[in-house]
């Protein structure tokens, strides 16, 4: 007998947080999520997304066994921002069948109907701030730090039950030494036409990382506020995943522009972590996953840049092609294999030709799926 449980109590939440384990087991490209960071994150009184916002867990049962599990998420911020009434799912996971799925979205249309929602999107985890998209072209290999991984069978399902595309994602992938150095070059060449205007660029000071954290917050505030479903990161959000992200951080990897001591610009680049969280069993740091973690970050080869963002009156100007420059440059450096640059908007040619141009090739392709309640 099948029944759709709301997750409540901690070995509830162990079981929703456990099942893509058991789900994706054999499956060569599944990352696991560290069990801690997972609990942390659904966790109200851990994570600052729940001081203005509602999400609900649900897991479909079989006989007592999982075989299901998504979040139904009220975003108030999103909500407020945009003048909408837009609900969203997350965290889906699910056996390879329609009903199935089908229990899992009618008990989140059901949670989001009850909050006045009519439209539903997704998957979000909890919104574009974090994890987000389904991937639905690219499935040759492991996905890269905090990038989603999902069978090519959800797409499948979901369209099945009447959702349709509302924006698709890019990943862009650099290999070690294809890639234009041509273009490369022509960063100096610009530097020194922004020195012209009092624009320099340099790298994250450590030494004062609260308030440089607290500079680059209203950089992404503003740079990002035109991307399609947005919603400005609070002071605490942005903290949270700031220092979350110092954990792992190479300072010469977070690249600024700056105008007589203001930040107009940025980019970020962090080690693919996921490197060594596929050889964790289960997400879990004990007994030996925390040796592996330790022992493996010195060994990585790869990295994600996952925000590059100008804000309004800085842009074409060719900062945009500088930030990307700088990453690059050291990554030669460190004689890294590969870069992923991750996500830009489908759309968004202003930010997807320069790194076109750089030499990065789209490899992989995410959408944001809606469904009107």
């Known amino acids: 007998m099948r029944v759709i449980k709301e997750v409540s109590g901690k070995k509830d939440l162990q079981a929703f947080i456990d099942f893509p384990h058991s789900l994706h087991a054999g499956d060569p490209n ?44 009220e975003n108030t911020h999103h909500n407020k921002v945009y003048g909408a009434n837009d609900g969203f799912f997350g965290f889906f996971d699910c056996i390879n069948e329609v009903s ?86 022509l960063v100096d060449r610009i530097k020194e036409r922004l020195l012209r205007n009092d624009i320099t660029i340099r790298t994250i000071n450590m030494k004062n990382f609260a308030q440089e954290r607290d500079a680059l917050r209203e950089v992404y505030n503003k740079a990002w506020d035109k991307n399609l479903g947005f919603v400005p990161m609070t002071d605490a959000e942005f903290e949270y995943t700031a220092n979350d992200l110092k954990l792992i951080l190479d300072p010469k990897f977070c ?21 060594i969280l596929i050889k964790i069993k289960r997400g879990r740091l004990f007994p030996t996953g925390l040796i592996k973690l330790l022992t493996g970050k010195g060994k990585i080869d790869g990295i994600r840049i996952m925000l590059l963002g100008v804000v309004d009156g800085y842009r074409k100007m060719g900062i945009e092609a500088c930030l990307y420059g700088g990453i690059i440059k050291r990554f030669q450096e460190k004689k890294m294999k590969y870069a992923e640059a991750s996500w830009t908007l489908d759309h ?20 944001i799926l809606e469904r009107e309640l």
């Open 255 to 275: 690249i600024m522009a700056e105008q007589h001591g203001k930040i107009v610009g940025f980019a970020l680049a962090i080690p693919d972590i996921n490197q």
């Open 30 to 73: 599944y990352v696991p999520e560290l069990f801690i960071a997972q609990r942390d994150l659904l966790t109200p009184k851990k994570h600052p997304f729940f001081k203005h916002s509602t999400i609900a867990l649900f897991l479909l049962l079989d006989d007592d066994q999982v075989i299901g599990r998504i979040a139904a998420i």
């Open 100 to 185: 199935a799925a089908k229990a899992l979205t009618d008990r989140v249309y059901q949670w989001l109907r009850t909050r006045q929602m009519t439209k539903v999107l997704g998957p979000v985890n909890f919104s574009t701030n974090e994890v987000c998209g389904l991937l639905i072209d690219g499935f040759d290999g492991p996905p890269v730090a905090m990038m989603p991984y999902n069978p090519p069978y959800y797409l499948i399902l979901l369209e099945a039950l009447g959702f349709t595309k509302n924006v698709d994602l890019r990943a862009y992938r650099y290999t070690a030494g294809d890639y234009s150095d041509r273009s490369l070059q």
């Open 348 to 367: 968004n040619d202003m930010v997807n030709r320069p790194i076109e141009d750089i030499g990065g090739k789209l490899y992989r392709k995410y959408r």
